[in-house]
C-alpha cells in the first residue's frame, strides 16, 4: 500500500495498492482505497495547493511525474 504526498507542500492526497515493480506511471481508480486531500476537478487531480498531480484518462490517473513522492511497500 502506498501513500501518495504532494511533492510542493508534502499534504497526503491518496492511498494506493501498487502491484508489481516500477515507477508510478498510472493511478488505476479501483485501486485507490482511500482520498485524503486529493481533488479531482475539470480531469486535474490537484491538491489543495494548486499543484497538479495528475490527469483523469478514464480508467486510471496518469500521474505527472515529480508531483508525488510515495512511502509504502509495493505489492508483488
Do not use: N
Not at 516500477?22 to 486531500?37: A, E, N, P, S
Amino acid at each position: 500500500m502506498l501513500t501518495l504526498r504532494c511533492a510542493h507542500c508534502k499534504r497526503k492526497l491518496l492511498r494506493y495498492d501498487k502491484v508489481g515493480r516500477g515507477r508510478l506511471l498510472r493511478c488505476h481508480k479501483t485501486r485507490i482505497t482511500r482520498v485524503f486531500h486529493a481533488v479531482l476537478e475539470d480531469d486535474r487531480l490537484t491538491c489543495p495547493c494548486g499543484s497538479i498531480v495528475g490527469k483523469d484518462e478514464g480508467d486510471w490517473i496518469a500521474i505527472v511525474q515529480g508531483s508525488v513522492v510515495a512511502t509504502g511497500t509495493r505489492s508483488s
